[in-house]
């Protein structure tokens, strides 16, 4: 779901924390599916709006990920929320990726990321 930003400053923040979030989403995922049964094919998709999805496969099983969804759990607080309608829900960006000086903290950026997508692999079924 596409998110709404409740202030400009709020969308300049999404846009420092975005490509951020997309680099370590994808050199996790790519971390993750090295040591695992895993295989990951990633699509380009122009439907609800353009990204990417990644398609896992294990043997019969398969899942599919939104990276941009993927994303926003990484740059904003408790995403998805509710919205209304199926309309955009308004989101709250993460602070805490943000140093004092306003920089992208990238280490706590990787933290988060590394701990979202180690909970997906963590839900996936188990190669038999």
């Known amino acids: 779901m596409k998110p709404k930003f409740k202030t400009h ?3 300049e923040q999404a846009q420092l924390l975005m490509q951020p979030a997309f680099i370590r989403v994808v050199d996790n995922f790519r971390d993750q599916l090295e040591d ?3 295989e990951g094919e990633y699509e380009e ?3 609800p709006y353009p990204g990417y999805v ?3 496969k294990c043997e019969e099983a398969e899942h599919d ?7 926003y759990q990484v740059c904003f607080v408790q995403y ?6 199926g309309e955009s ?3 709250d960006i993460d602070t805490n990726l943000f140093e004092a000086s306003g920089a992208v903290d990238w280490q706590k950026l990787e933290n988060k990321t590394q701990m979202l997508i180690k909970q997906i692999f963590a839900t996936l079924p188990e190669a038999k």
Do not use: G, R, T
């Open 54 to 56: 990644l398609h896992l």
């Open 45 to 47: 998709i122009q439907d």
């Open 36 to 38: 695992s049964d895993w």
């Open 80 to 85: 998805p929320s509710e919205s209304v309608n």
């Open 89 to 91: 829900c308004e989101v």
């Open 65 to 71: 990920i939104n990276l941009w969804d993927l994303c």
């Open 9 to 11: 400053s709020a969308w």
